[in-house]
Structure formats: C-alpha cells, structure tokens
C-alpha cells in the first residue's frame, strides 16, 4: 500500500515523460518493468556513446530527447537481443512496432525481428517478417535512399524472402523477387550466382 502512495506522488521525468510512455510503462507487469529497466542500464553501460545516464529513465527534465517511442524502446529490446534474452527482446520489439512512428523505423524493427526468428529458426515467423517489410519497402524507400547517399543498400528480408521462397520450392517466385531488387536498385551482391542457380532450377523441371 505504502509503495502505491509513493508511486503517486513520485515525480514523472525522464525519457518515459518525455515519449509519453509513462501509461504503457505502468500497465506493465513488475517483472516486465524490471526487465526493461535491466536492459536500458545495460544499454546505458555497455554503449559509451548512448546519450542518457540511467537517471534519465525516470526522472529529470528531458525536453528533447533523441528517440521516438518506437527507437526507445528498440533500442532496449536490442540489447536483450544481444543478451540473448529472446523472449523480453521480442516482446519490447512488438510493442514498439505498434507505436505511432515512420515507416523507416518500422522496417528497422522488422529487421531486428527477423535477426531474432533467424537466431531461434523459427522459419514462419521469418517468412511474416520479410512479406510485412518487402509490403512497406515502397513506405521507405525514399528514405533509405536518402540515408544512403542515393543508393540502397542491401535489405536482409529481401534476401531471405529469397532464400525461403527457393527453400519452399517457389522457384519462379523467388526468381521474380530477385528480379524486383535489380529493377529497384536494392544492392544484392549475389543477384547474379542466385539468378543462375534459380533459372537452372526452373530448366530441370522444365518450366523456364
């Protein structure tokens, strides 16, 4: 009951007044809030160039603050990703993605959320990752262009989705997806080697 009180009256600050995250923080579990605080110490630790103490999570006057909910909380879930924590990383990464927030930033976290099913092989949440960012890649292509001087660089679900569609027997699906990244630009090292393998594939069962 004490702590109840307490909770009240304490001063909300910080990056969780700041993001306007203060109702989600509090309608989680304890040991979910334990689990976020754990990992944005860590955060906070290990990265030398992260902006915030861990005073800042609480507390304190942060009027501009360098993250939107979304990259906040990608942020922390990254580290646990790291820590090789799978089931807080996943939960921090969905609740991030159901924030209000860019495209880009959207396609950041899928990205992160498929490096996490690749690490647990799980290959249907792989192939859901890839779709949902191959659907919002023309969301964010402008921008990516632009974050990279005019280029695209190369994007990992493109290539997986590649590598699942060939993996399933979808060869000619997998071969038109390969064709879309060289008409759009997207760098893909191995376009040519995967072109031949795929073509050869269609040859020898004699749907070229």
Same mark, same amino acid.
């Given at each position: 009951?004490?702590?109840?009180?307490?909770?009240?009256?304490?001063?909300?600050?910080?990056?969780?007044?700041?993001?306007?995250?203060?109702?989600?923080?509090?309608?989680?579990?304890?040991?979910?809030?334990?689990?976020?605080?754990?990992?944005?110490?860590?955060?906070?630790?290990?990265?030398?160039?992260?902006?915030?103490?861990?005073?800042?999570?609480?507390?304190?006057?942060?009027?501009?603050?360098?993250?939107?909910?979304?990259?906040?909380?990608?942020?922390?879930?990254?580290?646990?990703?790291?820590?090789?924590?799978?089931?807080?990383?996943?939960?921090?990464?969905?609740?991030?993605?159901?924030?209000?927030?860019?495209?880009?930033?959207?396609?950041?976290?899928?990205?992160?959320?498929? +490096? &996490?099913?690749? $690490?647990?092989?799980?290959? %249907? =949440?792989? @192939?859901?990752?890839?779709?949902?960012?191959? *659907?919002?890649?023309?969301?964010?292509?402008?921008?990516?262009?632009?974050?990279?001087?005019?280029?695209?660089?190369?994007?990992?679900?493109?290539?997986?989705?590649?590598? +699942? &569609?060939?993996? $399933?027997?979808?060869?000619? %699906? =997998?071969? @038109?997806?390969?064709?879309?990244?060289?008409? *759009?630009?997207?760098?893909?090292?191995?376009?040519?080697?995967?072109?031949?393998?795929?073509?050869?594939?269609?040859?020898?069962?004699?749907?070229?």
């Amino acid at each position: 009951m004490i702590g109840k009180v307490f909770q009240i009256f304490r001063e909300k600050g910080g990056l969780l007044k700041a993001l306007d995250l203060w109702d989600w923080f509090e309608s989680l579990h304890p040991r979910q809030q334990k689990a976020v605080k754990k990992y944005y110490s860590l955060k906070v630790i290990k990265n030398l160039n992260f902006p915030y103490k861990a005073k800042h999570f609480d507390s304190g006057e942060i009027s501009r603050p360098l993250y939107t909910k979304r990259t906040f909380l990608a942020t922390i879930a990254q580290t646990a990703l790291l820590e090789g924590d799978y089931e807080t990383a996943k939960w921090l990464y969905e609740s991030a993605i159901e924030m209000e927030g860019s495209p880009y930033e959207e396609h950041l976290i899928l990205n992160d959320l498929l +490096l &996490l099913a690749q $690490k647990l092989g799980d290959f %249907e =949440a792989m @192939e859901n990752y890839c779709r949902r960012d191959i *659907e919002l890649f023309p969301q964010y292509r402008d921008e990516l262009e632009r974050r990279w001087g005019g280029k695209i660089p190369q994007l990992n679900t493109f290539e997986v989705m590649v590598y +699942l &569609l060939e993996r $399933k027997g979808k060869v000619r %699906e =997998a071969l @038109e997806l390969a064709e879309f990244m060289k008409r *759009e630009g997207i760098t893909y090292p191995y376009y040519e080697d995967v072109k031949k393998r795929l073509l050869e594939k269609l040859k020898d069962e004699g749907r070229e």
